[in-house]
Antibody
């Protein structure tokens, strides 16, 4: 079955760190750019970070730049998000999502056609 | 940064109605516009990409139009399964989502 499964969420204190994982199955993970998108409770969707298939291109939203680091291990079909210096406003459901088109070209962006169910991150003292 | 503004924020409709949601970009995004459907407790689902193309398995009652800064999602003959929140997303320059439009039962 083609799917994405996120894990690693939890409750963390402000200033703390957390590492999210996304495990892919059922498709050729290493040719697809991958993304993280978050949704605060009762709010809309916010793009967080993206990484090309080979890892050559990495993008971050201004709200997380310098605090979050995206990475991937194609041998393990996995995408990661290292989150440091967490703030209350980072509280959200974090989704992993796949680009609709395999391959990546610098400066070319794409829609997201496959999403996981998300993992919840709560930042609170 | 490109801002995306959807209208209305909430829409009340009945089964069988034609429903139209609009999305406006703060600058041209060409045709790099997608629409997603999200139901409570579920992940977003891609409906339309490149402004007008239906994703695999999406019913033909969904239709997208527009280019540049103004886009429309139309649902012809609303079905019970269509009551959900809809988001537009530009992917011309990075990615930005609209704030969402909730389609409620009238």
């Amino acid at each position: 079955e083609v799917q994405l499964v996120e894990s690693g969420g939890g409750l963390v204190k402000p200033g703390g760190s957390l590492r999210l994982s996304c495990t892919a199955s059922g498709f050729n993970f290493n040719v697809y750019p991958m993304n993280w998108v978050r949704q605060a409770p009762g709010k809309g969707l916010e793009w967080v970070s993206s990484m090309s298939d080979s890892g050559s291109y990495i993008y971050y939203a201004d709200s997380v730049k310098g605090r979050f680091t995206i990475s991937r291990d194609n041998a393990k079909n996995s995408l990661y998000l290292q989150m440091n210096s967490l703030r209350a406003e980072d509280t959200a459901l974090y989704f992993c999502a796949r680009d609709i088109t395999p391959g990546a070209v610098a400066g070319i962006y794409d829609a997201f056609d496959l999403w996981g169910l998300g993992t919840m991150v709560t930042v609170s003292s | 940064d490109i801002q995306m503004t959807q209208s209305p924020s909430t829409l009340s409709a009945s089964v069988g109605d034609r429903v139209t949601i609009t999305c406006r970009a703060s600058q041209s995004v060409g045709s790099q516009l997608a629409w997603y459907q999200q139901k409570p407790g579920e992940a977003p689902k891609l409906l339309i990409y490149t402004a007008t193309y239906l994703d695999r398995g999406v019913p033909s009652r969904f239709s997208g139009s527009g280019s540049g800064t103004d886009f429309t999602l139309t649902i012809y003959s609303l079905q019970p399964d269509d009551f959900a929140t809809y988001y537009c997303q530009q992917y011309n320059t990075y990615w930005t989502f609209g704030q969402g439009t909730k389609v409620e039962i009238k």
